[in-house]
């Protein structure tokens, strides 16, 4: 199966979860209608948040539909790295090294590499990804919820991209990101949820390194 497929559909109930797949809490629940008066700054914000990360470190929760959840810790250092840790129990990684988002599956011993601008993941990854320019903002049900719908009109087999953050004054921006919700075209929705975020964090190279699954069955320790 094509690994961006997986990335957020595979069910949990499978050899391993699919990244990024969780099923959207009411509360973060989306509606359609683009906030127009508050589009320019919110934006504005939005982007500033996300490029005012240096390093963080969260945990977080991915659930299917039918309420499986699995969960882990993801690492984050811009631009453009990432790290999915999950559970003993999903035996695969998922890593950015800013250039490259590479999905290890060590259940199956396969690598698949894409290039951060054509992966899912662009809007959080690439920082050549404008959210102001390819970003709408959606309405949500609290004035201290900002939600930034991104898709790229140039990759519509990509999910669209729905960056969800939370007014924090101790988060960089004043915003912290709290989950993201990927709508694919027949409009199946998946998201993740972080929680204890921590910043400005020690994150080394090696964070962004990971173990060919293709000469081993298990994952780096």
Do not use: C
């Not at 979860?17 to 700054?41: C, F, I, K």
């Not at 992966?119 to 959210?131: F, K, Q, T, V």
């Not at 102001?132 to 519509?156: C, E, F, L, W």
């Not at 989950?179 to 204890?196: H, Y």
């Amino acid at each position: 199966m094509n690994a961006l497929y997986r990335i957020t559909k595979k069910p949990l109930g499978a050899a391993f979860a699919g990244a990024l797949a969780v099923a959207v809490p009411v509360a973060l629940a989306l509606p359609a209608a683009p906030v127009a008066a508050q589009t320019s700054n919110q934006l504005n914000r939005a982007a500033s948040a996300l490029r005012a990360i240096t390093t963080m470190r969260a945990s977080f929760t991915q659930s299917d539909r039918s309420g499986q959840t699995v969960g882990g810790t993801l690492t984050m250092r811009n631009p453009g790295r990432i790290r999915f840790e999950y559970g003993d129990d999903v035996n695969m990684l998922i890593v950015s090294n800013g250039r490259t988002l590479s999905i290890a599956d060590y259940d199956v011993q396969q690598l698949e590499r894409y290039p951060i601008s054509d992966s899912p993941l662009g809007a959080l990854l690439d920082p050549e990804r404008d959210i102001t320019r390819y970003g709408r903002v959606v309405a949500t049900n609290s004035p201290n919820v900002v939600s930034i719908a991104v898709a790229d009109p140039n990759k519509p087999e990509f999910p669209e991209l729905t960056l969800v953050f939370t007014e924090k004054s101790s988060a960089p921006g004043g915003l912290e990101l709290t989950a993201w919700v990927a709508r694919d075209t027949q409009n199946q929705r998946t998201t993740v949820r972080l929680s204890n975020h921590r910043y400005g964090i020690d994150v080394p190279d090696s964070t962004f390194r990971y173990r060919d699954p293709r000469s081993s069955s298990r994952r780096p320790g």
